[in-house]
């Protein structure tokens, strides 16, 4: 147990409420709360998020980071309010899913520039592909360490599972899971 609990928000990109991907984040988001941590999962695929419009109208407000209404309304604060950012996705052509890609278009109005940013946070990308080829992922793993570059965030720990077919192949693949678990586990 540490003495500061952190304030992780897992952002959950596949469409499929129990599937692997999302496998992967209950196992770091289990292993995280039992050292105390505070979790908070979003279903990204749930929410109505509009894709950037590239306006450059960011904060219209003091109070508000965009000027699209919609469901980023909600997500904008618990983004802010989070110590940890944990992408939890499937490997949708060799690269993250379509609700992570809206989100993350999103954070135009939260980048280094702007007068309120993200920078400083820490991340974890946890992914399930199909492909058995490490290189699968290749594409994957860059978009996610320039994004987490740019946004100026430190890197935790990249779990890229692949040979995970069907919604629950997750669960015969044990190792995963406890890499998944001991991720988790690791954060202080
Ligand atoms: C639209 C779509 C695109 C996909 N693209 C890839 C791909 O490029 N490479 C791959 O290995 N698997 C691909 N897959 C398979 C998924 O990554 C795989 O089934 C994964 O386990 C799904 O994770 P989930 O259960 O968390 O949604 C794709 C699946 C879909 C539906």
Known sequence: MRSKPLNILILLGSPREDGNSSRLA?????????????????RLSAL??????????????????????????????????????????PLHFYTWSAPVKLLTDRLVCLGPDQPRHLKGKRSVLLAAGADDRPAAFAGLRATY????????????????????????????????LARADALGARLA
């Open 48 to 89: 109505e998020i509009a894709p950037c419009d590239g306006c450059r109208r960011c904060w219209p407000k003091a109070s508000q980071p965009c000027v699209v209404r919609d469901d980023m309304d909600s997500v904008y604060p618990l983004l802010r309010a989070a110590d940890v950012l944990v992408f939890a996705t």
């Open 26 to 42: 209950f196992a770091f988001a289990d292993a995280a709360s039992r050292n105390g941590h505070r979790v908070q999962s979003v």
């Open 145 to 176: 360490r320039l994004v987490a570059e740019y946004m100026g965030w430190k890197r935790l720990g990249e779990l890229c599972v692949g040979s995970l077919e069907a919604e629950d192949d997750v669960s015969r693949a044990p190792r995963a």
